[in-house]
């Protein structure tokens, strides 16, 4: 199917592991797509796959990553040399905490590229250089993320499948149908009528420092993951010692604690304006694009806007073909769009501010349809 030929880069490789798994053949008079699906759509969709194929859109250009990597190194180092030669006063402390942001979040967009084996041809290189920068320059379980991302991407906005929205209903209440089901059924974890407020001061600046710090090392744990254990304490043991030498206890620990929620702050309204504004609700049973494109939306390209969301700015180009390079996503654009428009499929692109202000105004307005569910139902 669509989501298998999307994720798997050596078919025939995990072929092999599914043949365990083979119950049989559909009949010849059996239909070969579910009656919830576009079958016009999903063919189409596969011309375009074998296009992009042809194309050879799905081959990275490995000077690239090496450019983003090398970029990512300069300025990790250079956040720790701001230090040791401009001292530990209030300018110093602040610019160095700024490049290591900035290092950080660039990591975290090679990270993702390497999960979704874009990198390299071959899948294990792809997963060694993932356990590097995801474990030893982040922090964080690589097999953990891929746990997590792969659900995500499998059914994005879905409720119950997709764990990038388990923030429902416990912080937030998330689109416009779940919202007044929320409201119907009398339920309120929280005043979500106000969580446009709140949202500034909870999910943004928190996420990393709370929720994925514990959960990483929880999941890690508790699923054996003991390689990437390892790589993660060379993280701390690196960082402890080097910021340590410069910095006192109490100075180390507010550092840490502050670039952490500069990056998650960064993370979350890039990773979240492609996919809140758009519908959240349980699983329909789609086709691979009518899966994809309800759920995510694109930012306008620019230089500053490819490197700052790390090109998740085609968010729908990526959820579409997630082992493509993202140097390629440009190229595919127009054809996706093409199709789109041939099948009557919305296809979303926003200036980078105008996402950021969907966010608040999606919560808003789920916000203000759970509250007249929850009054006058």
């Avoid at 579910?34 to 596969?46: H, W």
């Avoid at 499948?161 to 974890?189: N, R, W």
């Avoid at 929280?190 to 709140?198: F, G, V």
């Avoid at 304490?233 to 030498?245: E, L, Q």
Wanted: hydrophobic share 45%.
């Amino acid at each position: 199917q669509d989501a298998f030929v999307a994720f798997h880069v050596d078919k025939v490789l995990v072929s092999k592991y599914l043949k365990s798994l083979q119950i049989g053949e559909l009949a010849p008079d059996q239909p070969s797509v579910e009656p919830t699906k576009n079958e016009l759509l999903v063919r189409d969709f596969r011309e375009l796959r074998d296009t992009v194929e042809k194309m050879g859109l799905l081959e990275p250009n490995q000077l690239f990553f090496f450019l983003h990597l090398a970029h990512i190194l300069l300025l990790d180092s250079a956040a720790w040399l701001i230090l040791l030669y401009f001292g530990t006063s209030f300018l110093p402390f602040v610019v160095s905490l700024l490049v290591l942001t900035i290092s950080q979040v660039q990591a975290s967009w090679l990270q993702h590229d390497l999960g979704h084996l874009s990198v390299f041809r071959k899948t294990k290189w792809n997963h060694l250089l993932h356990k590097f920068v995801m474990c030893h320059l982040i922090g964080a379980s690589a097999k953990w993320w891929t746990l997590l991302h792969s659900q995500h991407h499998s059914k994005p906005n879905c409720f119950h499948k997709d764990p990038d929205i388990d923030m429902h209903p416990f912080l937030f209440t998330l689109g416009k149908k779940l919202s007044v089901e929320l409201g119907i059924k009398k339920k309120k974890y929280m005043p979500y009528n106000h969580q446009h407020k709140y949202f500034f001061i909870t999910l943004p600046p928190l996420l990393f420092p709370t929720y994925f710090h514990c959960h990483t090392f929880y999941i890690a744990y508790t699923k054996g993951y003991w390689v990437d254990l390892a790589w993660m304490m060379t993280f701390y043991i690196r960082f402890f010692y080097t910021y340590g030498s410069l910095l006192e206890i109490k100075s180390v620990l507010a550092y840490y604690f502050i670039f952490r929620m500069l990056e998650s702050s960064w993370f979350v309204w890039v990773s979240q304006m492609n996919h809140i504004p758009m519908d959240i609700y349980y699983d329909k049973n789609l086709d691979w694009m009518s899966t994809q494109l309800q759920a995510t939306c694109n930012v306008e390209q620019s230089l500053f806007n490819d490197w700052f969301t790390g090109h998740l700015n085609f968010q729908i180009e990526h959820h579409l073909f997630p082992t493509m390079p993202r140097h390629n996503y440009w190229k595919v654009a127009p054809l996706v769009k093409s199709l789109c428009a041939k099948h009557g499929l919305q296809y979303q692109c926003k200036p980078l501010l105008t996402a950021f202000a969907d966010i608040v105004r999606s919560l808003k307005s789920s916000g203000d349809l759970w509250l007249d569910a929850y009054l006058h139902k």
